[in-house]
């Protein structure tokens, strides 16, 4: 069975910082690409960032290009989403995700994922 847990979340000023960090077991981590997703309230899930098995290619929504830096260790079986200057509107429930299939490069398309982790709110205040 495979767990994704997310863990880093809280509460920040604008303009602050935070790191993320998901935690996967039941499955062969450095195989997979992972991406992190995040839902603000009353609004769909979005994709924000991914990353490939082998953590050579990654991939960024517009918003948070320049600010946000996706990264893995595969030896912890752990992805990072390393968050600067963040602004309200990053305010939301992040989730990590495993894509469905291995050796694939990463993904925007939530219906690649299929498995998920419980979400960690981020809450950006102004």
């Known amino acids: 069975q495979v767990q994704l847990v997310e863990s880093g979340g809280g509460l920040v000023q604008a303009g602050g910082s935070l790191r993320l960090s998901c935690v996967a077991s039941?499955?062969?981590?450095?195989?997979?690409?992972m991406g992190w997703f995040r839902q603000a309230p009353g609004k769909e899930r979005d994709f924000v960032t991914a990353?490939?098995?082998?953590?050579?290619?990654?991939d960024y929504t517009d918003s948070v290009k320049g600010r946000f830096t996706i990264s893995r260790d595969s030896a912890k079986n752990t992805v990072y989403l390393q968050m600067n200057s963040l602004k309200p509107e990053d305010t939301a429930v992040y989730y990590c995700?495993?894509?469905?299939?291995?050796?694939?490069?990463?993904?925007?398309?939530?219906?690649?994922?299929?498995?998920w982790g419980q979400g960690t709110q981020v809450t950006v205040s102004s």
């Open positions: 990353i490939s098995w082998n953590g050579v290619n990654t």
């Open positions: 039941g499955r062969t981590f450095s195989s997979y690409s």
């Open positions: 995700a495993l894509k469905r299939y291995s050796y694939q490069r990463p993904s925007r398309s939530e219906s690649e994922y299929n498995y």
